[in-house]
């Protein structure tokens, strides 16, 4: 039982390359989601999927787009990365019958764009 | 949208004194509020919660009291430890869905 998996665990693009960040749960949680992190701005939630099939707009969507792949699997891409999106990534879900709303985290993705 | 202010941003406390951590939220609709603790290069993780039906909640030395007419909520660690030495962040939302988070507390525990 791995919990919440994120890949890559670092990245470093140049302006305009894009790249896909990958993460998959196997708690069977309905709902996922990215959040970035940034130096005194807390955790801001970019993309969620309530449930297998839907996606909603968080906080800071703009610059990303989300796949649903599967119950499991929920992957964000950044089409044209630019400086601004240097950030740490966290992949996370939620769901299970004990838990409820307790967000399970990844190991995050530290990304640096040029 | 929810907005949720925590203060401070840094905390020094001396081991085995008290620390108390402050978040404001905006939206008198949110019924969940939880704590997550991140340890440095780690991940957050969850360590106490309290739903707006509560007034407080209680583990061991940690303890989260809620005053929905203010609108505020504060987590409260006893007897600290150098463990504790960690970025706490406050948390609101309506629900289990759109988590907002506040800008998070840097907690020193000092030998």
Same mark, same amino acid.
């Given at each position: 039982?791995?919990?919440?998996?994120?890949?890559?665990?670092?990245?470093?693009?140049?302006?305009?390359?894009?790249?896909?960040?990958?993460?998959?749960?196997?708690?069977?949680?309905?709902?996922?989601?990215?959040?970035?992190?940034?130096?005194?701005?807390?955790?801001?939630?970019?993309?969620?999927?309530?449930?297998?099939?839907?996606?909603?707009?968080?906080?800071?969507?703009?610059?990303?787009?989300?796949?649903?792949?599967?119950?499991?699997?929920?992957?964000?891409?950044?089409?044209?990365?630019?400086?601004?999106?240097?950030?740490?990534?966290?992949?996370?879900?939620?769901?299970?019958?004990?838990?409820?709303?307790?967000?399970?985290?990844?190991?995050?993705?530290?990304?640096?764009?040029? | 949208?929810?907005?949720?202010?925590?203060?401070?941003?840094?905390?020094? @406390?001396? *081991?085995?004194?008290?620390?108390? $951590?402050?978040? /404001?939220?905006?939206?008198? &609709?949110?019924?969940?509020?939880?704590?997550?603790?991140?340890?440095?290069?780690?991940?957050?993780?969850?360590?106490?919660?309290?739903?707006?039906? @509560?007034? *407080?909640?209680?583990?061991?030395? $940690?303890?989260? /009291?809620?005053?929905?007419? &203010?609108?505020?909520?504060?987590?409260?660690?006893?007897?600290?430890?150098?463990?504790?030495?960690?970025?706490?962040?406050?948390?609101?939302?309506?629900?289990?869905?759109?988590?907002?988070?506040?800008?998070?507390?840097?907690?020193?525990?000092?030998?």
């Amino acid at each position: 039982n791995a919990g919440v998996t994120q890949t890559p665990k670092f990245q470093v693009l140049k302006t305009g390359q894009s790249m896909t960040l990958q993460c998959a749960q196997d708690m069977n949680h309905n709902s996922m989601y990215w959040y970035r992190q940034d130096p005194g701005m807390g955790l801001r939630l970019i993309y969620y999927s309530a449930s297998e099939g839907t996606t909603d707009k968080g906080e800071v969507p703009n610059g990303y787009n989300v796949s649903r792949l599967n119950k499991r699997e929920f992957s964000l891409r950044l089409e044209s990365a630019a400086p601004s999106q240097t950030s740490v990534y966290f992949c996370a879900s939620t769901g299970g019958p004990a838990t409820n709303e307790k967000l399970f985290f990844g190991s995050g993705t530290q990304l640096s764009v040029l | 949208g929810e907005n949720v202010e925590q203060h401070p941003s840094t905390l020094s @406390v001396q *081991e085995g004194d008290s620390a108390v $951590i402050k978040c /404001t939220y905006s939206d008198s &609709a949110s019924n969940y509020f939880p704590w997550y603790k991140q340890e440095l290069g780690k991940r957050p993780q969850l360590i106490i919660d309290i739903r707006s039906n @509560v007034g *407080e909640k209680k583990d061991q030395r $940690i303890a989260v /009291t809620l005053n929905k007419t &203010a609108k505020h909520f504060s987590l409260h660690i006893t007897e600290t430890q150098p463990e504790d030495s960690a970025v706490y962040f406050c948390a609101a939302s309506k629900g289990a869905q759109k988590l907002v988070f506040g800008q998070g507390t840097r907690l020193t525990i000092n030998p």
